[in-house]
């Protein structure tokens, strides 16, 4: 078993700021010989006044993309970080989820390829996949990969994906489950990002394109805010 340090590391810790200065500025060398001093610290927790959060979340934090992300990512694994570790505060997001809500192609893509759970629960917002927060935070390019590598939808990240086909079959496999107040929050995302089709599907079954959703917009306000023309010449 890996040696650990006694409790949780602040990250005021000189070796955390070493971890984190090497893992953003994509420093491959410099964290393989800091991993090899001190092994530990690809396991141990760090933590804030209030919160911890492992290795990997320092690779994926806000606002992501840091050089060579990859290497790092692989590096940490095989020194023993956790792909599934939880932040531990006022949410439970993975690293993945962070990556998700970055738009961090590169790092999503490692960490799906070192074993992370494409559908672990614990989004910011929602309690959901990864792909919740990429969608949440409009994060296009990460929840197109994610749905690529596999990730399930759900009604509303199918609307706003505009995948009718897969929104058509959700709402279908539904049927009364899929209640008004679910098929206008669907609707609401559709319009927020652009997706015409999609709207259009989900007004007809039903949504409330004037009702107050999200950001105190209602569907139709969040439409007009998408830069969709033909969208919102159909909203009008």
Same mark, same amino acid.
């Given at each position: 078993m890996r040696p650990r340090f006694n409790g949780v590391l602040a990250e005021s810790n000189p070796l955390v700021q070493s971890l984190a200065r090497a893992v953003r500025s994509g420093d491959v060398d410099g964290l393989a010989a800091l991993l090899t001093e001190h092994p530990a610290i690809a396991v141990e927790r760090y933590r804030s006044e209030a919160s911890s959060r492992a290795a990997l979340h320092l690779v994926t934090d806000? &606002? !992501?993309n840091f050089p060579r992300a990859a290497e790092i990512i692989s590096t940490l694994v095989a020194a023993g /970080?956790? #792909?599934n570790a939880r932040f531990e505060g006022d949410h439970r997001e993975t690293p993945l989820h962070w990556a998700a809500s970055c %738009? %961090? #192609? #590169?790092a999503l893509d490692a960490l799906l390829d070192a074993g992370a759970d494409i559908e672990a %629960? !614990? /989004?910011v917002l929602t309690n959901g996949s990864p792909l919740a927060d990429a969608v949440v935070f409009a994060q296009w390019d990460a929840a197109r990969r994610l749905v690529e590598r596999g990730a399930a939808m759900t009604i509303w990240q199918a609307a706003a994906l505009g995948d009718v086909v897969e @929104? *058509? *079959?959700l709402l279908d496999d539904a049927n009364a489950d899929a209640d008004a107040d679910e098929v206008t929050n669907a609707c609401w995302h559709a319009c927020r990002a652009g997706q015409l089709a999609a709207a259009q599907l989900l007004s007809g079954r039903g949504a409330d394109l004037d009702r107050v959703g999200h950001d105190h @917009?209602? &569907?139709r306000q969040a439409g007009r /805010?998408? !830069?969709n023309a033909d969208l919102v010449t159909w909203l009008e």
């Open positions: 806000w &606002p !992501g /970080a956790d #792909v %738009d %961090d #192609v #590169v %629960d !614990g /989004a @929104l *058509r *079959r @917009l209602t &569907p /805010a998408s !830069g």
